[in-house]
C-alpha cells in the first residue's frame, strides 16, 4: 500500500473467484464499508481499522477487494480524502432500505451496541413488532445529512391538525424511536422553537438547504435529564404489589428511570403511565409515577 500525491490510497489489485464464498469476518468488514458508503457517503481505511482492530493495510486490502468485487462503485474524493459512492453503487451485502438504517439505529443505540452471538443452536423464537411506517430512502438520507453538518431542511410536513401539508424550515438534530415509529427532534423555523416531527409524515424529498448555527445545545428539554419515580398502585393487593415489584426489580417499593425530558411524554405512554394520579384501574395500570407533580412541567401531548 502506498499513498499518491493527492493522497489518494493506492489499493492492492486483488485476483479472486466472484463465485468462492467469502469468510465471514472479511464479509462483517465489506458489510460494514457498504454501509458506510450509503449512509455517511466518505469511507476511509480508519473506519473499518476502528470498527475491527485491523491494520491500516489490511482495511486497504478490504477496499480494494470491494473494488475488485464491484469495479467503479466507489470513487477517490481528493477534497475529502476518502471514498465516495460511485455511479454504479448500489449495495450487495445490504438491502439499502430506511427500515434497515433505522433497526441499526436501535441496536447502536444500545448501551453496550449491537451484539452477535454465535451458538449452533437457539430457542424459537417470536417477535411482536408495531406495523411499520413508510418511508422514503431519500428522504432518511437527507436528514442524517442535515444531522451530521449542521444544515437546515426545507420540507412539506403532513400533520393530523391540517387539510394540506405545510412547508417548513426545519434544524434537526437527532432521530429518536419512541418505541412505535420515527421522528426527528429539530429546530423549527416556523414556529420559534424546538419541536418532533415525524418522519412518516414528510411528503417528498426533503431540500438540505445552507449551514445554521442552531443546534442541541439550545434546545432545553433535550439537554434536560428528569428522574422518574415508578411504583405498584396503590390500588393492588399486598400479594399483587409484590408480583409487579418483582416484575420490574424495586426496591423498597419503587424503580426509577433516567431520561431526556423531551422524550417523557414517549415513555408514559410506551408504559400506559399518567400523568393524573391513580387514573386507570389497578389491574389495567399496574404501576404508577410517585413523583408526577415535578414531571409535570416536562409533559405536553
Sequence with gaps: ?????????????????????????????????????????????RDLVNAFGISRVQASNDIGLYLTLFP????????????RAGSSFQPHFLRGTPEEFLHLL???AGPDGPVLVLLGELPPVEIVSPLERELRL???QAISQAIRESRCLQLDYQSLNREA????????HALVYNGYRWHMRAYSESHGEFRDFVLARIQG?????EIRDQNAAADTAWQTYVTLRIGPHPGLTPAQRAVIED????????????????????????????IEPHAGSAREQQI???????????VRF
Design 1 to 45: 500500500m502506498r499513498l499518491s500525491r493527492s493522497g489518494e490510497i493506492k489499493l492492492p489489485i486483488h485476483v479472486i473467484d466472484k463465485e468462492a464464498p467469502l469468510k465471514w469476518e472479511v464479509r462483517q468488514r465489506l458489510t460494514l464499508l457498504e454501509a458506510t458508503v450509503l449512509w455517511t457517503d466518505c469511507l476511509g481505511t
Design 205 to 209: 424529498k426533503p431540500l438540505l438547504r
Design 138 to 140: 431519500d428522504t432518511l
Design 247 to 274: 416484575d420490574f426489580g424495586m426496591q423498597q417499593g419503587e424503580v426509577t428511570k433516567r431520561l431526556r425530558a423531551a422524550l417523557l411524554p414517549y415513555f408514559l405512554r410506551l408504559m400506559h403511565l399518567e
Design 165 to 172: 401539508p405545510v412547508t417548513h424550515t426545519l434544524v434537526p
Design 72 to 83: 467503479g462503485s466507489l470513487l477517490y474524493d481528493r477534497s475529502r480524502k476518502c471514498y
Design 288 to 298: 404508577v409515577l410517585l413523583n408526577a407533580e415535578e414531571l409535570r412541567p416536562w
Design 106 to 108: 436501535k441496536s447502536a
